[in-house]
């Protein structure tokens, strides 16, 4: 006890005596005004920009709707806190922003252009990620010291503000930025590429969730999509006979159709994990069949028409379907890179569901834990293609013609019948063209799920954007017709009970779940279907799901069980309800180390750390990203904080 007593008198007196002036910089620190004065001291200081921008290790925590995997995230285990809500970061903005603060120190005006478009760049990709992700958050444009209480404690700008200033960030950065083709470097065409995305997410947001304003940033989507397509000289990747798999099976990125990509090495230990977890089984990170579904048969036709297809077995099922699909998932026929034996997809081994991705997966040398260099896609043109198709189809559906044009780029590389009449480029007979503006929506979006799946989160935010958890979008439009002509009661309940939900995210949950059990291919429609909360106790509100199997086959129906609850269990984030669960030891020993003032990321081992066999490798998730850039030399002075 008295030497537990002793350090904690020890700590407070070090606490007392140290220094509370949080603007004063480190003494072995070289001061900003006397930095930023050379090309060279610019280049030093936005390298580290690139270290902001997400890596293939990423790509494992963007849970869709289309993939699963076998490691929940905290939303779904219920652990979120503040300390672990990483998103809310401002540290990237500050290092930013002290650039723009003192880059004025250099004389040289044509060096500073190129990297103050660099880091107007930056700071739109930074304000767009938020705005994604909390909709409203507080602009700053400069750097904040620990004494402006005024500027720390500011209410949120509005989201239409903050999109305003990205776009106007953006515009600097396409003007200022080179026109070099470099797919490992920010140029004027990755910023393009963000402003076609970015523009077209905001438009389509404020569309789709009744916010208003929204045609003007669906022009300046389209303008900047035909802008990059016109003028900067790319092209579709084509080599080979299985185009799609090879631009995601290589060590570089093809500088015709990467606008931007995230470099890997061997020689420099920077590697990522993405192929260990599909080849080794690591995350068991696995398609859905609902995703699967989505893949037209060879012929354009829809797989989900055929008579039957629900009774398929995995081989009929993948049998004769777009070249994607095989190109994608482990399918009959496969052969990894570097062997020439056929892969046997075993449907158990490394996936939750059967459908174990390739994408991704180089030769056999790359399988293992933290082992790829394969490079990692942030940008590429055929997103420009259909970011433009979509954006024109939303704000202009009349100008079929032009829409058709870059769906059909992306389906001939792909090689499935492009929309027209007669033959195709391939050779294959065209299929008549989408009738009105919604089926041309529904034909971009298939395009996109398809085309981008596994790629950095295009398919959340695409989610999120369109308002689309399909099944609740006609719900809620007939809730929110309702409301506007006065109508407050549930009038799918004869008793006249006041409807809330749409106004609390646990009956619109409850909603939710209904609906989905409704459409449901293995629920009995003829039997009592319903989903009720009981009485509240000490481990939250509980609801009970009230349904039938139609498949009364044992193993079919735990099947179809665990398939619900594993929905469910994904699901609910979405709408901010977490499980309850009983604190472990783990999360007191967290807790602890927590309020030690440990990073939560230091806690990955603790107590699993302690269990693992001897010699297994510490997952790549748990170690710290190591830059492919050499650190500067002299060391660039840090921000104050």
């Known amino acids: 006890m008295k030497k537990y007593l002793y350090i904690f008198c020890t700590l407070t007196g070090a606490a007392l005596m140290g220094c509370t002036d949080l603007d004063l910089i480190p003494e072995d620190t070289m001061a900003p005004e006397n930095y930023f004065s050379s090309e060279e001291e610019l280049r030093l200081w936005t390298n580290s920009y690139y270290g902001m921008l997400p890596g293939a290790d990423d790509l494992n925590d963007i849970c869709a709707d289309d993939v699963i995997k076998n490691i929940l995230d905290n939303e779904i285990l219920g652990n979120r806190t503040p300390g672990t809500e990483k998103a809310w970061d401002w540290e990237d903005l500050r290092v930013i922003n002290t650039y723009f603060q003192w880059c004025k120190n250099c004389d040289d005006v044509n060096a500073r252009n190129h990297y103050d478009g660099f880091s107007h760049f930056m700071r739109a990709y930074f304000y767009f990620t938020k705005v994604q992700r909390y909709g409203d958050v507080p602009y700053y444009d400069e750097v ?43 140029n004027k065409w990755t910023a393009l590429a963000l402003k076609s995305r970015a523009a077209l997410f905001e438009g389509t947001f404020r569309k789709y969730h009744n916010l208003g304003d929204w045609e003007e940033m669906l022009k300046q989507s389209a303008a900047a999509s035909l802008e990059l397509i016109q003028k900067g000289g790319f092209s579709l990747y084509k080599t080979g006979s299985t185009p799609y798999r090879d631009l995601f099976a290589r060590l570089d990125a093809p500088a015709e159709e990467i606008i931007l990509g995230r470099r890997y090495s061997t020689e420099l230990s920077v590697l990522h994990n993405s192929q260990c977890n599909s080849m080794t089984g690591n995350q068991r990170v696995s398609f859905t069949k609902r995703f699967v579904d989505h893949y037209l048969m060879a012929d354009g036709s829809r797989y989900t028409d055929k008579p039957g297809h629900e009774k398929n077995e995995f081989v009929a099922e993948v049998t004769g379907r777009d070249p994607r699909l095989s190109q994608t998932i482990l399918t009959p026929g496969y052969v990894q890179k570097g062997t020439t034996k056929e892969m046997i997809n075993t449907l158990s081994k490394y996936t939750l569901t059967g459908y174990q991705y390739i994408k991704y997966v180089m030769e056999p040398q790359y399988d293992q834990s933290n082992k790829s260099p394969m490079y990692f896609p942030l940008f590429r043109l055929a997103e420009v293609y259909l970011n433009y198709a979509e954006a024109l189809n939303e704000w202009a559906p009349e100008q079929t013609d032009e829409i058709l044009k870059y769906v059909n780029l992306v389906r001939e590389r792909a090689g499935i019948p492009q929309y027209g009449t007669g033959k195709d480029s391939n050779g294959l007979d065209k299929i008549p063209a989408p009738a009105d503006q919604t089926a041309m929506r529904e034909a971009i979006r298939r395009e996109r799920r398809v085309e981008f799946n596994c790629e950095y989160a295009i398919r959340f935010d695409d989610i999120r954007r369109w308002k689309q958890i399909d099944i609740l979008r006609d719900f809620i439009e007939k809730k929110e017709s309702q409301q506007q002509k006065g109508i407050v009661e549930n009038t799918e309940n004869s008793a006249g009970l006041v409807n809330g939900t749409i106004e609390t995210n646990l009956g619109l949950f409850r909603a939710y779940m209904a609906l989905y059990l409704q459409q449901h291919k293995f629920i009995n429609d003829q039997l009592t279907l319903m989903v009720r909360t009981l009485d509240p106790n000490d481990n939250g509100l509980p609801l009970q799901l009230y349904c039938f199997s139609a498949n009364k086959n044992w193993v079919s129906y735990e099947s179809i069980q665990a398939e619900i609850f594993e929905h469910y269990a994904a699901i609910m984030p979405r709408f901010g309800l977490y499980p309850f669960q009983n604190p472990s030891g783990r999360d007191y020993i967290n807790s602890a180390l927590l309020t030690a003032g440990h990073n939560p990321d230091e806690l990955w081992g603790i107590p699993w750390g302690t269990m693992k066999e001897k010699n297994t490798e510490v997952p790549s998730s748990a170690k710290p990203e190591v830059s492919a850039t050499p650190p500067p030399k002299p060391i660039p002075p840090i921000p104050p904080k």
């Open 144 to 186: 904040i010291g620990s004494k402006d209480n005024e500027l720390l404690y500011k209410p949120r700008d509005s989201r239409k503000y903050v999109m305003q200033k990205v776009m106007e960030d953006l515009d600097q950065a396409i003007s200022m930025l080179p026109e070099t083709k470099t797919p490992y470097e920010v």
